[in-house]
Antibody
Framework: QITLKESGPTLVKPTQTLTLTCTFS??????????VGWIRQPPGKALEWLAL???????RYSPSLKSRLTITKDTSKNQVVLTMTNMDPVDTATYYC??????????WGQGTLVTVSS | EIVLTQSPGTLSLSPGERATLSCRAS???????LAWYQQKPGQAPRLLIY???SRATGIPDRFSGSGSGTDFTLTISRLEPEDFAVYYC?????????FGQGTKVEIK
């Protein structure tokens, strides 16, 4: 059974760096073809793809946010970490992590709401 | 970056009716790497269709996907009460994945 869960601060101040952790079970990020991605959704708005990391440490980023994002993995801990620098109120959103293997995002975490406010 | 444009923004239909949702890409989607998701309020999205036309595990056969290149369609043959939700398309054929802006299917 594959599960993913996002964790991190619920409130960050403008200009701060956000660090989110995705802790997963039921699969290994060392298995060929497996990836874990991050997606966000501002309140009442559409999904936005942020980043993706594969089993071989290949990393992909949204071009519009690439300068602010870093995605890393810790295979031994079954975790993927996303950092986003220089947070702004427009970055207020629910942040999801999701599993991909031979398919697009087939398993999702429950999401975590991050509010950016002073 | 491939931009996906979904239409219509909102679809007002009654249970039992057929729903046809469109997703148009700004450039050809490689190998039909186009997916559809359903999202209900307060829930994470659920994968419905991948590879433009393959149903994900457990998805009822009233959901079907079609299309290739730049034009894709999600069809719900007969709407059930639980199908009223927001639907997103996503392309995963390029190095940068993208989502469409969504189509809301609401009860008329």
């Amino acid at each position: 059974q594959i599960t993913l869960k996002e964790s991190g601060p619920t409130l960050v101040k403008p200009t701060q760096t956000l660090t989110l952790t995705c802790t997963f079970s039921g699969f290994s990020l060392s298995t060929s073809g497996v990836g874990v991605g991050w997606i966000r959704q501002p309140p009442g708005k559409a999904l936005e793809w942020l980043a993706l990391i594969y089993w071989d440490d290949d990393k992909r980023y949204s071009p519009s946010l690439k300068s602010r994002l870093t995605i890393t993995k810790d295979t031994s801990k079954n975790q993927v970490v996303l950092t986003m620098t220089n947070m702004d109120p427009v970055d207020t959103a629910t942040y999801y992590c999701a599993h991909a293997w031979l398919l697009p995002f087939d398993y999702w975490g429950q999401g975590t709401l991050v509010t950016v406010s002073s | 970056e491939i931009v996906l444009t979904q239409s219509p923004g909102t679809l007002s239909l009654s249970p039992g009716e057929r729903a046809t949702l469109s997703c148009r890409a700004s450039q050809s989607v490689s190998s039909s790497y186009l997916a559809w998701y359903q999202q209900k309020p307060g829930q994470a999205p659920r994968l419905l269709i991948y590879g433009a036309s393959s149903r994900a595990t457990g998805i009822p056969d009233r959901f079907s996907g079609s299309g290739s290149g730049t034009d894709f369609t999600l069809t719900i043959s007969r709407l059930e009460p639980e199908d009223f939700a927001v639907y997103y398309c996503q392309q995963y054929g390029s190095s940068s994945w993208t989502f469409g802006q969504g189509t809301k299917v609401e009860i008329k």
